[in-house]
């Protein structure tokens, strides 16, 4: 994304840049000269256009490529088929250094001394061919193009090592804004969301049951005597059960379930699309499923059992506060009824 706007950026100066040198030719140059340099600076203006058009649509290494092979043979054009140049007027030769420079930006390092040693020897063999050519200081002009080319290749390796190192940074600090927003919605122990994230992801869902007239499920479940479970096992193991109740309740519900730890051994499911009747089945299954979940023992925890409560709206509520209720109150109710069961306050159907 980003070197496609630094491409996008550089080719709107090029564009720029010629529609200023195509004003200057009106001011310099007439009769047939102006009208080469016309159709030349209009041919490629066309070119940079079409690159930049490339590049709006994702295709960035052909515009790339186009871009620069518009700056190579810009000036060569200019050089090959302009009788001033073979009759003493070097000034184009000199825009070879610069198209050296502006492929650093753009090209690979490799690529750029490839392109420079290209330009160079046909730089050399241009003036030797040219007898007009060599009462100028020619060594001092391979010399500046040589120069410059160094330079632009030099520059253009520093830049892209700069760039690769920040974009190296950005998607550092990408990743660490990633783990900080996991750590503001996630319960460190378990993994799952916090009361705070399920509190607004509850919001958000009963709009959407409303707005989508669907019916909406809440679960509340707890760990059947978890304060023994610590004072026999310890600490150590009871979060450890913890840890193993929540992967067991992640990976036994759909992808549009919200699980969440509601605070201390209680969790809490959002289920959207959920009716009571099939809010009951899925609790009774996941009842079923921790009850077996530790039944060999073989982890130094012992067997145990959840508890859970069922609301369902409309009929419990159309409010977090109507449904969390609701659900905590059919969780406490299959406490008193026994524990190890599914409780509501409609009645099961």
């Known amino acids: 994304m980003r070197p496609a706007i630094n491409l996008l950026i550089f080719q709107l100066i090029f564009v720029v840049l010629l529609l200023a040198t195509i004003i200057l030719c009106f001011f310099v140059d007439q009769g047939g000269r102006l009208q080469f340099y ?3 600076l209009g041919g490629l203006m066309v070119v940079v256009l079409l690159a930049l ?12 490529w186009m871009t620069a092979i518009c700056m190579v043979l810009g000036p060569w054009i200019s050089i090959l088929f302009d009788p001033a140049v073979v009759a ?7 825009y070879v250094a610069l198209s050296i420079q502006l492929c650093s930006i753009l090209l690979q390092e490799r690529v750029t001394i490839l392109v420079s040693a290209i330009q160079l020897c046909a ?7 040219n007898p007009a050519l060599h009462m100028i200081n020619w060594p001092s002009l391979i010399t500046f193009i040589v120069f410059t080319a160094i330079i632009g290749v030099l520059y253009g390796f520093s830049s892209k090592r700069q760039m690769a190192e920040i974009e190296k940074q950005r998607n550092r600090l990408l990743r660490e804004e990633d783990k900080l927003r996991a750590l503001t919605v996630r319960d460190p122990l378990t993994g799952l969301y916090n009361r705070r994230y399920m ?3 509850l919001d958000r869902e009963i709009q959407r049951a409303i707005r989508k007239q669907q019916p909406l499920a809440v679960i509340m479940a707890d760990i059947d005597g978890f304060k023994n479970i610590n004072d026999t096992i310890g600490h150590v193991l009871g979060d450890k059960a913890l840890v193993k109740v929540s992967a067991f309740l992640i990976k036994n519900t759909r992808a549009s379930d919200v699980v969440c730890r509601f605070g201390g051994d209680e969790f809490c499911l959002i289920l959207p699309d959920c009716h009571l009747e099939e809010g009951f089945r899925r609790a009774e299954a996941l009842r079923l499923g921790v009850e077996s979940l530790h039944a ?3 982890d130094g ?3 145990f059992t959840v508890s859970f409560g069922v609301s369902v709206m409309p009929d419990d509520g159309m409010t977090r506060e109507a449904l969390l209720g609701a659900a905590d109150s059919a969780l406490y109710s299959a406490k008193r009824a026994g524990r190890n069961r599914v409780s509501g306050t409609q009645n099961r159907p």
């Open 199 to 201: 509190e607004e992801t």
């Open 123 to 129: 730089t050399i063999a241009f003036v030797l061919l």
């Open 88 to 94: 003493g007027d070097f000034v184009p030769l000199i």
């Open 53 to 64: 058009i490339l590049n709006f649509r994702g295709k960035f290494r052909a515009s790339t």
């Open 38 to 40: 016309l159709l030349l």
């Open 301 to 303: 925890i012992e067997r």
């Open 296 to 298: 060999d023992g073989s």
